[in-house]
């Protein structure tokens, strides 16, 4: 799997959070909820300062690896004012593997996080993106940002 080493300075996100943990496969069940209740509330459409059009799926708060649990929010990158009922949390600035995906979404997300489990690069477990560039949710391009450490 193809990826290139990048520096990411901090950002904002602010959207809607929830807890869980990859066991069982119930973060990918949890996450897809998420984004469900994320677009078809219209909470998509409320996020106030977003600096782009595009979302992003931010991984932070780990409680350790990524067999433990974590906080994970379905968002848009913002400047300034939070929006009310809203959660923002920082993506920390650092150096990242960026992961690159075009075509289905699912499918692709899918393969890229089982290569990043198997890659012998050292993660930070401070903050992991994705990044939907012009997609409807179903397709379209994706950057992933995987923290690794210096």
């Keep these: 799997m193809e990826y290139e080493v990048v520096n ?10 929830i ?18 209740d994320f677009f ?13 059009d595009n979302f992003v799926g931010l991984y932070t708060d780990y409680e350790g690896d990524f067999t433990k649990p974590y906080a994970y929010i379905a968002g848009g990158e913002v400047e300034g004012s939070e ?10 600035a650092g150096k990242y593997a960026k992961f690159v995906a075009k075509g289905n979404l699912e499918q692709e997300v899918g393969a890229i996080w089982n290569a990043v489990w198997s890659l ?15 997609s409807d949710g179903v397709t379209g391009e994706i950057h992933i940002y995987i923290g690794i450490e210096d």
């Design 8 to 17: 990411v300075g901090e950002k904002t996100v602010d959207g809607i959070l």
């Design 120 to 134: 012998p690069f050292k993660r930070s477990y401070k903050s992991d993106f994705e990044e939907y560039i012009g």
């Design 40 to 52: 078809g509330s219209g909470k998509a459409g409320l996020i106030r300062g977003r600096i782009n």
């Design 19 to 36: 807890q869980t943990q990859n066991a069982d496969g119930k973060a990918i069940a949890d996450i897809a909820a998420l984004w469900n």
């Design 83 to 92: 929006t009310p009922a809203f959660t923002a949390k920082k993506i920390a």
